[in-house]
């Protein structure tokens, strides 16, 4: 019985008389739907007490609204374990910081002369019934642990209930005294609204913050001295409530998203034995490439003569890629006479690696600046950017006994009369000599 | 004490060269101004149509910063070495925690960094900012830029990959380009700088440990000090007023302006952060341009410099190189003679030519493609 009435009575209730007592007094008496203000009487104290109390308790509720507004989501919010973690611990600081808040209003309204004359006996009993409320949610918090989760499967289905008109107590009927209590506690609260100085949470003065400043125009001389000061002071506090936010915002989703994985950058990343594996392969790739050249600029110190393909290998339309002498590119076709033709690719424009393959009237192309070469003859196009001719490189051919049966390009007499057979067993060397 | 003074009044009193130099420096540095009092509590920024031209100085700084802190990231695993830069930097990408992130953010916040200080070299000019006694910073401002310059054109070889060694090899050899247009011995000295720079035959090892060091070390010591420099003379000699109109109302630099700085500079951060998590800055590359160097090959089609560099790059494919070389030294010359040059004239003309500028630089960096195929087909 008792139940029925704290638990399906009391909500409906309270809700009842909170939503038509509060258009009734915001009808009625639209001066007093704000709290009744005492900066003026003392500022010190409410600026440790009201400022903590607020910032405290707006978001431990709407971290409360958002659980009973979207259960499913505030489950799967809280599923990641580092997220619950965050969420537990802002939980107890808000909590804490909400009841030091309580505790320096409360000793203000008790202790200042000024602030006494003001008091009514509806501000102290909203005071204690604040401060035994949070009281309760912290200590709740710190008992029965968890409870952004297991109030997902309770409380919340109460209070769907409640929302659907179909009250069902059995959610929350074997719960502890605490929590009852703290269930207890939210609907009186909501019941008082509309006699207290609740009411002033349906004025939240959002637009304060980023308002325009309101310029005080003094009409004393003296006071206009000091006018621009405040007006200076009131503008920057605004744009820094802004910067404010926006760090705070920028903090919040560095925290969300990415916070554990930029911390965890420092650690280095584990891989699987798999991702290992392939990473080291590649990394031995990249080192034998880089060994290939150290030995192709040692082996150009020692030898005369460097190996670049067997002539047979050599194409006439895609030519070979080699390094020359002088640690260059340079490409190898095979000539129309059956010879080879060592040219270099170091375009004479730019220093871009010339392609390799000729087009259909034997040039290839730089691609960087469309330069067209002439393979035969290194010349480059008409007006193209590169001027001067690709220089053609010195080579020799070698048949299997190391025997040295041609040399170009100068060489006009060598090679000629070679025969066929010959020719398809020799290989071609670019040589450090002008051919 | 006294008998420094004196001179220092005689110095200045009889006109002499060292009087002279005494005194242009003691109006550039004014002893009795370098106080906390005089250069933050006392500073005011005007109130104007062109205020947010204050914004864009800060707004570049703050990218360096971000600079700094992203690349001392990056340091931790990349690795300056022909074969494994490469590896390096594909392995922050696709394995350390949060690497793409800050990989990603390092190279849109260079762009940002880029752009903003060219930005705000274009508005203090139209601002009329650099006349006396601010002609230190203007000077100091030009060499940042080109020292922010040298950090974009040093980062980009560094990933090693075609289109990076490709177009550093171009970039380094169109340096020795100048040597035919100088004069008997001074014709070798590009060379001499290209191979200084190169440390060898061609674009390898010597150059990535060279561009490294550069880009880790020497260019962020150069800049830091400059940056000191150029801080200092803001705030000494406080905001120009920047407009013709006297200015209806100031505020303070601090707290009033310097919170508004603050605000600015959350919301580049969001942007940035948003930018750097959804796209990739390689994004608007193909992806062979993107492959590993290799030494062996043809240099890819479409080897082009970063954005930044698209104003110089395009008239570069498209004009003589001589041509290009007398106008950029002559816009060099300009830039550090412009609190001489421009002394005095007015802020309504300094406007149109920073407009022109402006309008040249956006032109060439979004249309400078569609330019070039069209005059080259």
Known sequence: MLDSFLYVALPYLAVTICIAGSIYRIRREPITYSALSSQFLENNGLLWGSLPWHIGIIVIILAHALAFLCPGLWQQILSVRAVLLVVEVCGYGLSILCILGLVVLAVRRLTSPRIQAVTTAMDLVVLLLLILQVGCGLMIAVQYRWGSLWSVGTTCQYLWSLALFQPDISYIQDLPHAVKGHIVGAWLLILVVPFSRLIHMFSVPLSYLTRPPQNVIWTNPRRAEAAGEVFVKEESRRHFVLAAGGIAFGGFLLLIGTFDKIFNFFFGPRLSAAEETKLMQHKLERLKITAEQRSLELERRESRFIFIADLKDLSDTEGKYFIDFSMQPGIAFKGENGLPILISAKCTHLGCTVGNRRDAEGRILCPCHVSYFDVVTGKPNEGAPAKAPLPHLGWILMNSKDQVIARGPHDKTGGVNLSAQTLADARVFVTREEG | ?377
Not at chain 2, 19 to 36: D, Q, S, T, Y
Not at chain 2, 174 to 202: C, H, K, M, N
Not at chain 2, 231 to 250: A, C, I, N, Y
Request: hydrophobic share 50%.
């Open chain 2, 1 to 377: 004490m006294d008998d420094i003074k004196q001179t220092e009044r005689a110095g200045s009193g009889n006109g002499s060269l060292t009087g002279k130099a005494m005194n242009f420096m003691l109006e550039r540095f004014p002893v009795e101004k370098m106080n906390f009092h005089y250069m933050f509590e006392q500073k005011e920024v005007p109130v104007h149509s062109m205020s947010w031209g204050y914004y864009t100085g800060g707004l570049t700084f703050f990218f360096f910063v971000i600079q700094v802190i992203t690349g001392l990231f990056l340091i931790f695993y990349y690795q300056p070495t022909v074969s494994d830069a490469y590896l390096s930097v594909e392995f922050i990408n696709n394995h350390v925690s949060g690497g793409s992130l800050i990989r990603n953010m390092h190279a849109w916040s260079s762009s940002a960094m880029i752009f903003f200080a060219m930005l705000h070299l274009l508005v203090t000019f139209a601002m009329k900012s650099f006349v006396k006694p601010r002609e230190l910073t203007w000077i100091a401002g030009v060499i940042l830029l080109f020292i922010t310059f040298t950090f974009g054109f040093t980062g980009y070889l560094l990933p090693w990959n075609q289109i990076a060694v490709n177009a550093t090899k171009v970039g380094l050899q169109s340096i020795e380009d100048v040597g035919q247009y100088l004069p008997g011995a001074l014709s070798t000295l590009p060379q001499v700088l290209r191979e200084t720079f190169q440390g060898e035959a061609s674009v390898g090892q010597s150059t990535l440990g060279r561009f490294y060091a550069l880009h880790v070390v020497i260019l962020p010591l150069a800049l830091s000090a400059l940056l000191g420099l150029h801080l200092f003379q803001v705030q000494l000699h406080g905001m120009s007023r920047g407009v013709d109109e006297k200015p209806k109302r100031s505020e303070k630099f601090f707290t009033a302006f310097f919170f508004k700085d603050l605000e600015v500079w959350a919301l580049a951060f969001f942007i940035l952060f948003c930018l750097a998590l959804c796209i990739p800055f390689e994004s608007f590359l193909p992806f062979p341009l993107l492959a590993p160097y290799d030494p062996l090959g043809a240099t890819p089609a479409g080897i082009k410099p970063e954005w930044y560099f698209f104003f110089v790059y395009y008239p570069l494919e498209l004009l003589p190189f001589w041509v290009i070389l007398l106008a950029s030294l002559a816009a060099v010359l300009v830039l550090f003679l412009t609190p001489w040059i421009f002394r005095g004239t007015s802020r309504k003309t300094l406007r149109f030519i920073a407009v022109l500028a402006a309008a040249y630089l956006f032109v060439m960096t979004v249309f400078g493609q569609a330019i070039y195929e069209a005059l080259k087909s």
